[in-house]
């Protein structure tokens, strides 16, 4: 092999490796966690235990000695083995639209606060809801409603003032 190929396999390896670091750099710089933390504190979801909606079908209660850091918010949990499933893979347990209403966008056209006690989960997202009667206005509707908040939710969050947010 003469230099000359060498040289340049190298150089490409490494302008590689560098465009992928840029990347990955400039992906976590832009991305940001829209979702409501209490202020001081940064607890999101009030304390809830974003994994039990998934294992145990309902709204549990973190420990705030059962807690991890993702995003600059602070997620409680009601079991290590929870705390430890989050951190394998973060963004599974995030709810969808910032933990906002996922019905009063649609029908208000403003992202209400949720109350992380109602809640559906659907396939793999979490979605909370304002009022336990939402949850019947949801499921009777459910690809619709969501599909029209998907498409609503990029042009809401740039509104919503999240608590917590300097």
Request: charged content about 25%; some cysteine; glycine content about 6%.
């Amino acid at each position: 092999m003469n230099t000359f190929s060498l040289n340049t396999r190298t150089s490409s390896i490494a302008l590689l490796a560098f465009a992928l670091v840029g990347a990955t750099h400039s992906f976590a710089a832009h991305h940001e966690l829209k979702i409501d933390k209490e202020e001081g504190t940064n607890i999101v979801l009030e304390g809830y235990d974003p994994v039990s909606y998934f294992t145990e079908k309902k709204a549990i209660k973190g420990s705030d000695k059962i807690t991890t850091e993702w995003m600059g918010a602070v997620w409680q949990f009601s079991s290590e083995s929870n705390r430890d499933r989050f951190t394998k893979d973060p963004e599974r347990y995030v709810p969808a639209y910032g933990g906002r209403c996922a019905v009063s966008s649609v029908f208000v056209g403003k992202a209400s606060i949720a109350n992380p006690a109602c809640f559906i989960i659907e396939g793999d997202r979490l979605f909370l809801l304002s009022t336990p009667d939402l949850t019947h206005t949801l499921k009777s509707d459910f690809e619709n409603i969501v599909s029209k908040a998907d498409s609503l939710w990029p042009s809401l969050k740039d509104d919503i003032k999240f608590k917590g947010d300097s």
